[in-house]
């Protein structure tokens, strides 16, 4: 089947890509690309014509649904080519269009296992937010804080998976103002709590732009 996606993510999965962005034959719907490994594992970058966020793909594809991320589409054949691009000007008729703008029911940076098992909603959110900060935590991991309209309390900690950061934020914290976030969960509970074996999905954000 023929596909022509406007990526707004392609952010560092498992030593690869995880590139997204929305169904431009249906902008209600997200398409999310993975490996053909059984897995949803990630790509290459060759495999996606070394397309950014904001370009256009086309693609002969199928669906390879797992978990809660239905979302997810192979590419058949090497078949997929960047074809055009655009600016962030397009981010408000994408927010506008994409039926997805929440954050999954809490405002925590995960769900348990309980939280997850009850999602019907898309894997992947478009959400507009404010009070921006992104940075590196204890643990030198990449966290984003942040305020959202639905919730009442600053939203922190999440995970940062939008590689366009890592090298900025050790130099030190990015803020902006307000910013358009791709947020996302996995397609399964794929971490434990080591002292209480509590199993958790967490949340992730795979693309920033500042606005």
Same mark, same amino acid.
């Given at each position: 089947m023929k596909k022509k996606v406007l990526l707004l993510a392609v952010s560092c999965k498992n030593r690869g890509l995880c590139p997204g962005g929305l169904d431009l &034959? &249906?902008?209600h719907k997200w398409i999310r690309i993975v490996s053909d490994d059984g897995q949803a594992g990630a790509i290459q970058g060759h495999e996606i014509d070394f397309a950014k966020p904001l370009d256009i793909i086309e693609f002969d594809g199928r669906p390879m649904p797992q978990g809660k991320q239905q979302e997810n589409w192979v590419i058949d054949n090497n078949s997929c080519r960047? *074809?055009?691009?655009? *600016?962030?000007?397009?981010? &408000?008729?994408v927010y506008q269009q994409y039926a997805y703008k929440s954050f999954w029911g809490n405002y925590k940076a995960y769900l348990n296992e309980q939280e997850f098992a009850a999602v019907s909603a898309p894997s992947e959110s478009i959400m507009k937010v404010s009070n921006v900060r992104i940075y590196r935590n204890h643990r030198d991991k990449a966290k984003i804080d942040f305020n959202w309209s639905g919730a009442r309390d600053k939203i922190i900690g999440i995970s940062v998976t939008d590689q366009d950061f890592y090298d900025k934020i050790r130099e030190g914290d990015v803020t902006f103002d307000n910013a358009y976030i791709v947020t996302s969960i996995p397609k399964e509970c794929d971490w434990t709590l080591p002292e209480t074996d509590e199993k958790r999905a967490y949340k992730f954000v795979s693309k920033i732009y500042g606005i």
């Open positions: &034959d &249906d902008p960047k *074809t055009e691009s655009r *600016t962030q000007e397009v981010l &408000d008729c």
